[in-house]
């Protein structure tokens, strides 16, 4: 015998049934995995690693902080702070090292040539090199890539800077460029020390 009983929950303006059942019409068995995380990777994890590095062109990191030791506090993530001009409270660039440019010239576009950048949220923001040498990657508008890194990922209040101290504390301190083809790439945040290590390759 089956009898359903109809609730409406006010607080989420939802109105649910429930059936009991007396007596089961069919009993089967289920086998519990005793590894799950075990069998995805086996069956799923490693295809889809494959499919994603299959598309990927080249790849570079770019730290999120200052190389030469000193504080960025009025530069990369925090140019919003920098004086000389009104400043919107999320304007930002990630610094790109010089030996980027000239050990992979062809990576990025031309400086000022727009492109995608695809999120790891799968939105897209327009992006391009700025700055003399190339030194800047930026989104156009700018403001969309700072809202995107402190306020959605690092979870910084409006006026609140930067720190090395606070991505050791988070384990990041740089993001994984991929490029997927012309004009279009990727971004995605990695652990620390991720960056030096990419640099002691290229300069090693």
Same mark, same amino acid.
């Given at each position: ?28 068995? !289920? ?7 075990? =069998? ?19 790849? !570079? ?6 190389? &030469?030791?000193?504080?960025?506090? *009025? ?10 001009? +009104? ?10 090292? &010089? ?11 031309? *400086? ?13 923001? &327009?992006?391009? !090199?700025?700055?003399?040498?190339? +030194? ?6 700018? *403001? ?12 910084? +209040?409006?006026?609140? !800077? ?20 012309? @004009?279009?790439?990727?971004?995605? =945040? ?12 290229? @300069?090693?």
């Amino acid at each position: 015998m089956v009898r359903d009983k109809n609730r409406f929950l006010l607080s989420k303006s939802t109105l649910t049934k429930r059936f009991e059942i007396s007596k089961a019409l069919h009993e089967f068995e !289920v086998k519990i995995l005793e590894n799950p995380l075990e =069998f995805l990777e086996r069956n799923f994890l490693k295809e889809a690693v494959f499919e994603t590095e299959k598309k990927i062109k080249g790849t !570079v990191f770019l730290p999120l902080y200052s190389q &030469s030791g000193r504080g960025f506090e *009025k530069s990369g993530l925090n140019q919003w702070n920098a004086g000389g001009r +009104k400043r919107d409270v999320n304007e930002v660039y990630i610094p790109i090292p &010089s030996f980027v440019h000239k050990k992979m010239p062809r990576f990025f576009p031309r *400086k000022d040539v727009k492109f995608s950048l695809l999120l790891p949220d799968g939105n897209i923001l &327009s992006a391009k !090199v700025c700055q003399a040498g190339g +030194k800047a990657l930026m989104s156009d508008p700018n *403001k969309d890539l700072g809202k995107w890194i402190l306020r959605d990922v690092l979870n910084l +209040k409006e006026g609140q !800077v930067l720190t090395r101290e606070r991505l050791g504390i988070l384990g990041i301190d740089s993001v994984r460029i991929d490029k997927i083809k012309k @004009n279009v790439y990727e971004i995605n =945040f990695t652990r620390t020390g991720r960056f030096e290590d990419f640099a002691m390759n290229f @300069n090693g």
